[in-house]
């Protein structure tokens, strides 16, 4: 079955540290997408791509890179983490105009100390 | 840039009770999706509307989207113990490209 995942599921870091969450989907979407969620804050996109590499920034991209050279993976860098990142963040991904319900993976928590 | 607001923020209710999530915006929506979220889990698609006047059931949940398409709704019939979670709802963004604006989420919370 089809599916997509994160990992680490768990993270703990220090400030100033680069930190990559990976994701991949074996959907074949080409759109996906970072999220993290805050409580207070719902859902605030970071990064999305349509495709190979593309990609754009969402709301909250300031701290935050991505790369998209293949369809299956999207990772999330954190270049210099800060405990403002501290966070859960979530990879979706979706088919596309006409197919765009998103499936989430399961998560990552990240805490930076 | 585009927003939503839902409300109530949050909502307890007694096993059996209904229970109604609003979703509003400024602006005309072209469509707006709704996903579930159970504690500790992950945002799962629910439903998706797009017609004016729209109302889509799923056994006890009732979707409607607004005449105007400027506000949509979410209703559950008797509430259950299962049914706890954070529902968001989430319009497109502009452009129509699939990328998704959440709103903040309501929490329902059922006392059994």
């Known amino acids: 079955d089809a599916e997509i995942t994160q990992s680490p599921r768990h993270k703990i870091t220090e400030t100033g540290r680069q930190v990559t969450l990976a994701c991949h989907q074996t959907?074949?979407?080409?759109?996906m997408f970072w999220y993290r969620q805050d409580l207070g804050h719902g859902l605030r996109l970071i990064h999305y791509?349509?495709?190979?590499?593309?990609?754009n920034k969402g709301e909250v991209s300031d701290g935050y890179s991505v790369s998209r050279s293949n369809t299956e993976d999207l990772p999330l860098t954190l270049e210099s983490a800060a405990s403002s990142q501290t966070s859960v963040y979530f990879c979706a991904s979706s088919g596309g105009y006409r197919n765009n319900e998103q499936f989430f993976g399961p998560g990552t928590r990240l805490t930076v100390l | 840039g585009q927003q939503v607001m839902q409300i109530p923020q949050y909502q307890h209710v007694q096993e059996g009770e209904d229970f109604t999530t609003y979703c509003n915006s400024s602006?005309?929506?072209?469509?707006i999706q709704w996903y579930k979220q159970r504690p500790g889990g992950h945002p799962v698609f629910l439903i998706q509307?797009?017609?004016?006047?729209e109302v889509k059931k799923q056994k006890r949940l009732t979707f409607q989207f607004g005449e105007a398409k400027k506000n949509s709704s979410l209703h559950i019939t008797a509430t259950q113990t299962t049914d706890v979670g954070t529902y968001f709802c989430?319009?497109?963004?502009?452009?129509?490209?699939?990328?998704?604006?959440f709103g903040q989420g309501t929490t329902l919370q059922v006392k059994p």
């Open positions: 791509s349509y495709g190979v590499q593309d990609t």
């Open positions: 989430a319009p497109y963004g502009s452009g129509n490209t699939g990328k998704l604006i």
């Open positions: 602006t005309t929506l072209s469509n």
């Open positions: 509307l797009v017609k004016s006047g």
């Open positions: 959907w074949n979407h080409n759109n």
